[in-house]
C-alpha cells in the first residue's frame, strides 16, 4: 500500500470514529506549495456539513483522531477555511528508495489490467503513399497507449487496420498505370485527383521491370495488388524506423472474403432496424444516439456499394468475437462522426456489446515548421511531411516525444529546430541530461551502480528540500501511471518526465555527491540510483532510450 493510500485509510477511520459514514474515502493530494507538506486533503470540509460543525473544528478533531506516526505523519496543521496539510516523517518519505532498486524496471508496474485482453488500433493507414506526420503522431500516441496499459497488466494485441479497397485504393492502380504509360513514351494526362509523388512512379518502375509480360500495361488487378504490396512494404520500413511493431494487420478486403460484411448485414435487416428509401438500404442509427440515419447501401444509380460505415461495423465485430472485450481506437479528429455511427451499428446488432464500445482517442493535426516557416511537403511524397523525413531530420526518440508531449486533442506544432537543439529549451534533451548526469556520477567516482541498493543505508540524512521534492516525484510514479493508463493520455508521462528532469537538474547543481561525508555520500548515490532507473522506465514507456552519456 502506498504511502497515500495509507494516509487515506487512516483519515476514514478516524473519520468514522468522528461519526462519518462508514464509506467515507477520503481526497488526498500534493499541495502546490510543497513548503506545505507532502500531502493536503479537504476532507474535513467534505464532512462539515453532515457532522453539522465547522470545517476547521471537524479538521482539529481529525488531526486528534488520528494515529499519525503510524501512517508516517511526523505533523498535521489546519490551514485556510479547512485543509488539512500533512509532513511525512524523513524515515517514512525515503522509505521508497529501496523499494525502487529493488523492483527495478518493475518499478511502477501493477496489475489493474488482471490480464483482460484489449486491442489498440491505431496508425490504420490507407496504403496509398507514405506514412505522413498525422499518421506518425497516431503511431506515437497508441503505441505508447499500448505500452502503458501492459505497465497496468493489460494483455494487449496491437492492431493495424488496412483499407485496401475502395475508390482510393482505384486511384492508386490508376496513378501507378499513367506514370508506367508515360515511361514507356506514351503521352497520357495525369489527373489532378492522382498521387503525384515521385514514389507513384518508383513503383510504376518496379511494376514494369517484374512483369515485363504485360507490355500494354493493361492487367488492371495485377497492378493494384503490386501497388498495394509496395505501399504496406514502405509503410513497413516507416514504422520501423519509428520503433512501432504490430502483433496483428487486418485486411479491410477479408472483410469481404470471409463473409464478414454479408454475415453483418444479415444481422441489421434481421434487427428491424434497417429500411430502404430512394433506392439505398439505410440504418436506423438514430434510435442510437446519432444525429442523422446512415446509408447501409447505395441505390443501384449510385454503384449499389456498401458505404464505409459498413466494413467498419463489421470489422468491430470481429474484435468483440475474437475475444476483446475492450477496444481502443486511436484517429484523426476527422473521424469524430465515426465514433458514433459505428457505436450505433453495433448497438443495431443487438449482440450484447456495451454502448461504449470502442474507446475513441481522436487526435489533431501536426504543423511542421523549420526556420519559423511551415513544412507542407516532402521531396519524395511530394504533397506531405512523412514520419521519415522526420526521423531522418532529428532523430526516433525526439519525434516520439514531440508527438506525445501534449495532450492529444489539441494542435501541435513541432519545430524541427528546437527538436535538434542540444539545449536545456528542448524536452527531449533536458530530460535525457538528466539520465545520463545520475549516470556520470558513478562513472566519474569509479562506482559500481548495481553494488547500491539502500537497503543498509542511513537515508534519514537526505532531508534537502530538493532532495525531498525528488523522492516526491519517484512515489508518485506508480499512480502518475495508472492515471495515465486510465485515461488513455501519455503525455502525463512526458509531463511527469519533464518536471522531474528540472528536479534532477536543481538537485544535481546545488548539491553534491562524490565530495560529501560517507553518510550523505551514501545516501545521495541511493537516491541518485532510484531517480536514474525510474527516469528509464519512464522513457521506455513512451518508447525513448536513457543514454548514459551525452
Known amino acids: 500500500m502506498s504511502s497515500s493510500d495509507s494516509l487515506k485509510a487512516e483519515i476514514g477511520r478516524a473519520a468514522v470514529t468522528l461519526g462519518a459514514a462508514a464509506d467515507f474515502t477520503a481526497v488526498v493530494e500534493r499541495p502546490r506549495d510543497p513548503t506545505f507538506g507532502e500531502w493536503s486533503t479537504n476532507a474535513a470540509m467534505m464532512l462539515a456539513k453532515p457532522l453539522k460543525q465547522s470545517p476547521r473544528d471537524v479538521a482539529t478533531k481529525l488531526i486528534a483522531a488520528m494515529q499519525l506516526e503510524a501512517v508516517g505523519i511526523s505533523a498535521a496543521e489546519v490551514a485556510g477555511p479547512g485543509f488539512i496539510n500533512f509532513r511525512v516523517d524523513t524515515d517514512a518519505l525515503t522509505r521508497v528508495l529501496p523499494e525502487i532498486i529493488r523492483r527495478g524496471e518493475q518499478y511502477g508496474r501493477s496489475d489493474i489490467g488482471a490480464q483482460q485482453p484489449v486491442v489498440v488500433e491505431f496508425v490504420s493507414a490507407n496504403p496509398t503513399g507514405p506514412l505522413h506526420v498525422g499518421h506518425g503522431r497516431q503511431a506515437a500516441l497508441g503505441d505508447a497507449i499500448s505500452t502503458l496499459l501492459m505497465w497496468t497488466g493489460w494483455k494487449v494485441s496491437r492492431e493495424f487496420y488496412y483499407n485496401d479497397g475502395g475508390g482510393q485504393i482505384n486511384n492508386?492502380?490508376?496513378?501507378?498505370?499513367?506514370?508506367?504509360?508515360?515511361?514507356?513514351?506514351q503521352d497520357v494526362a495525369f489527373p489532378e485527383n492522382g498521387y503525384h509523388g515521385d514514389y507513384i512512379g518508383e513503383i510504376a518502375a518496379d511494376y514494369r521491370a517484374q512483369h515485363?509480360?504485360?507490355?500494354?500495361?493493361?492487367?488492371?488487378?495485377?497492378?493494384?495488388?503490386?501497388?498495394?504490396?509496395?505501399?504496406?512494404?514502405?509503410q513497413d520500413l516507416d514504422l520501423k524506423a519509428f520503433g512501432v511493431v504490430f502483433d496483428t494487420y487486418y485486411l479491410e478486403s477479408s472483410l469481404y472474403t470471409d463473409g464478414n460484411v454479408e454475415k453483418t448485414v444479415s444481422v441489421l435487416l434481421a434487427s428491424g432496424f434497417t429500411y430502404e428509401k430512394d433506392g439505398a438500404l439505410w440504418l436506423r442509427t438514430t434510435d442510437f444516439g446519432d444525429d442523422q440515419d446512415r446509408v447501409m447501401k447505395r441505390s443501384a444509380e449510385k454503384g449499389g456499394e456498401y458505404t464505409y460505415f459498413v466494413p467498419d461495423v463489421a470489422y468491430h465485430v470481429t474484435k468483440?468475437?475474437?475475444?476483446?472485450?475492450?477496444?481502443?481506437?486511436?484517429?484523426?479528429?476527422?473521424?469524430?462522426?465515426?465514433?458514433?455511427?459505428?457505436?450505433?451499428?453495433l448497438q443495431a446488432l443487438q449482440m450484447g456489446i456495451p454502448h461504449g464500445y470502442p474507446d475513441y482517442v481522436l487526435h489533431q493535426l501536426v504543423t511542421v515548421m523549420r526556420g519559423g516557416e511551415e513544412m507542407k511537403i516532402s521531396k519524395r511524397a511530394g504533397s506531405y511531411v512523412t514520419v521519415r523525413d522526420l526521423v531522418e531530420e532529428v532523430g526516433r526518440d525526439a519525434v516520439r516525444y514531440f508527438f506525445v508531449m501534449r495532450k492529444g486533442d489539441s494542435q501541435l506544432v513541432f519545430d524541427i529546430d528546437l527538436a535538434r537543439a542540444q539545449s536545456e529549451e528542448n524536452p527531449v534533451y533536458y530530460i535525457q541530461m538528466a539520465h545520463a548526469r545520475l549516470c556520470g556520477i558513478f562513472r566519474v567516482g569509479g562506482i559500481d551502480m548495481t553494488t547500491i541498493d539502500g537497503a543498509l543505508t542511513d537515508l534519514s540524512v537526505l532531508v534537502e528540500p530538493e532532495e525531498r521534492e525528488l523522492i516526491k516525484a519517484l512515489a508518485d510514479f506508480p499512480s502518475m501511471l495508472a492515471g495515465a493508463a486510465t485515461a488513455l493520455e501519455p503525455h502525463r508521462?512526458?509531463?511527469?518526465?519533464?518536471?522531474?528532469?528540472g528536479l534532477v537538474h536543481t538537485w544535481y547543481h546545488k548539491h553534491h555527491v562524490l565530495n560529501e561525508p560517507e553518510p550523505i555520500l551514501q545516501a545521495r548515490l541511493v537516491l541518485a540510483n532510484a531517480t536514474r532507473l525510474v527516469l528509464a522506465n519512464a522513457l521506455s514507456v513512451l518508447g525513448l532510450s536513457a543514454p548514459e552519456r551525452m
Open 172 to 185: 492508386l492502380q490508376k496513378s501507378v498505370q499513367l506514370r508506367a504509360l508515360q515511361q514507356v513514351g
Open 493 to 501: 508521462v512526458a509531463n511527469w518526465l519533464e518536471r522531474t528532469a
Open 212 to 234: 515485363p509480360a504485360d507490355a500494354t500495361l493493361s492487367e488492371t488487378d495485377d497492378i493494384r495488388r503490386f501497388a498495394v504490396a509496395a505501399l504496406r512494404a514502405e
Open 320 to 345: 468483440w468475437e475474437r475475444g476483446f472485450m475492450r477496444a481502443i481506437n486511436v484517429q484523426g479528429s476527422d473521424h469524430h462522426s465515426t465514433v458514433t455511427r459505428v457505436r450505433a451499428g
